[in-house]
């Protein structure tokens, strides 16, 4: 993996956050901070993209005409099924 060198500026305040979180052990330096960051932000990203896709989905599927009650025992069985609804 090629590695490219980036200089930022940032506030006193958030620069004493960095070293905090350094000291704590839960990183080895600035940049393995920063790449986790970065790496957190893709993530979220791509889980908001998923989510939009998804809302879009059930969008362009279009109105259900089964029932609240249909719906629901379709959602029981398939826990029922799956075991993570115990049976009766």
């Not at 200089?7 to 960095?18: F, G, N, R, S, Y």
């Not at 000291?23 to 393995?32: I, L, M």
């Not at 989905?57 to 799956?82: A, F, P, Q, Y």
């Amino acid at each position: 993996m090629v590695m490219m060198r980036k200089t930022i500026t940032i506030p006193d305040a958030m620069d004493e956050w960095v070293k905090a979180q350094i000291e704590s052990g839960r990183y080895g330096n600035d940049s393995e901070y920063f790449r986790d960051l970065i790496r957190r932000d893709q993530d979220k990203r791509q889980a908001e993209q998923n989510l939009l896709s998804l809302i879009q989905e059930g969008l362009d599927s279009g109105v259900s005409g089964s029932t609240v009650h249909d719906i629901m025992k379709r959602v029981e069985d398939r826990l029922k099924n799956n075991g993570s609804l115990p049976t009766d």
